[in-house]
């Protein structure tokens, strides 16, 4: 992030996700926001009526700097994804009220990559740290869009489970550091 002012005023209207609900909305430019947090390459913000996250692609609507997402890694022999290309996109998902990834939380259970007829399609079963989070849709779309960005992925499908239920002893040792869990 730059080291700018976390106060900004958009530039152009934009597309953002509210929290903690996961209903798209509409900001428009001028409207006045502050820079919570910056993580996985999206942004969130406070807003006069909630607290919004915006994705990364729409940085400069904020002043910030667009990245390019693009994913550089090699497909296997076969034309499928590489595994570990796949998870290291599940890392760059973020509950955004929680500052530490989906995989480290330990709410991804399984990740499964399949041949389908348009390539390669995976299959992801994650869980939420709260039955009630109602950012599970929006987590479960963002994770969808990182994986879709992964060379020989045509399809994914992230589904949110609650077998078996989530508990802290699934977080990693890297997210219970960053959580001061240890």
Known sequence: MSTQSKDRILSRDVVVTQIPSGDKHTLFAGAKV???????????????????????????????????????????????PDPVALWDQ????????IPVNIVDLGLVYSLDVTK??????????????????????AIAEDAKGKLLLVPGLSEADVRI???PTWNQSMISEEGKMKLGLI
């Open 116 to 137: 389908a007829d348009s390539g390669y399609k995976v299959d992801v079963a994650m869980t939420l740290t709260a039955p009630g989070c109602g950012m599970g849709p």
């Open 90 to 97: 599940l890392r760059k998902v973020y509950d955004p009220e």
């Open 161 to 163: 489970v609650w077998e």
């Open 34 to 80: 502050f820079i919570h947090q910056v993580l996985g390459g999206t942004y969130t913000v406070q807003g006069d009526t909630g607290l919004y996250r915006i994705d990364g692609k729409d940085a400069d609507a904020i002043g910030e700097t667009v990245t390019d997402h693009a994913v550089a890694a090699s497909t296997l022999a076969d034309g499928a």
